[in-house]
Nanobody, 117 residues
Framework: QVQLVESGGGLVQPGGSLRLSCAAS????????MGWYRQAPGKQRELVAT???????NYADSVKGRFAISRDNANHTVYLQMSSLKPEDTAVYYC???????????WGQGTQVTVSS
C-alpha cells in the first residue's frame, strides 16, 4: 500500500542533464531501499541505481560517473541526477521502493526520458 510519484522526465539534448524525483507515500516503514530502473521499447527493464537506508549506492556500469542517486528520508523521496546524457539513455525510468522487512517491492508509474537533438 505504497504509492510512488515520479517526476522530472522530458526531452533533453545529448550532453544535457535532468533530475528525476520520486516521492513515496502510504504505509511506509522506516527501513527501506530505493532505486531507479529503466526500460526502452522492446527491451527488458534494467537496473540503473540503488541506494540503501545508510546511503550505500550501486550503479550500472553504463551510468557510473554520470548519474547520481540520493535520498531524502524525511520526505521519503529518492532522486536521480543525470548528467552527460546520451541517446542510449532514452527510456522510461521507474522508481522502486523495497520494504526490507517484507521484501515487497513497490513501483512508480514511470517517467519518459528522451535524449535527442
Amino acid at each position: 500500500q505504497v504509492q510512488l510519484v515520479e517526476s522530472g522526465g522530458g526531452l533533453v539534448q545529448p550532453g544535457g542533464s535532468l533530475r528525476l524525483s520520486c516521492a513515496a507515500s502510504g504505509n511506509i516503514f522506516n527501513i527501506y531501499d530505493m532505486g531507479w530502473y529503466r526500460q526502452a521499447p522492446g527491451k527488458q527493464r534494467e537496473l540503473v541505481a540503488t541506494i540503501t537506508g545508510d546511503t550505500t549506492t550501486n550503479y550500472a556500469d553504463s551510468v557510473k560517473g554520470r548519474f547520481a542517486i540520493s535520498r531524502d528520508n524525511a520526505n521519503h523521496t529518492v532522486y536521480l541526477q543525470m548528467s552527460s546524457l546520451k541517446p542510449e539513455d532514452t527510456a522510461v525510468y521507474y522508481c522502486k521502493l523495497r520494504r526490507l522487512r517484507s521484501g515487497i517491492d513497490y513501483w512508480g508509474q514511470g517517467t519518459q526520458v528522451t535524449v535527442s537533438s
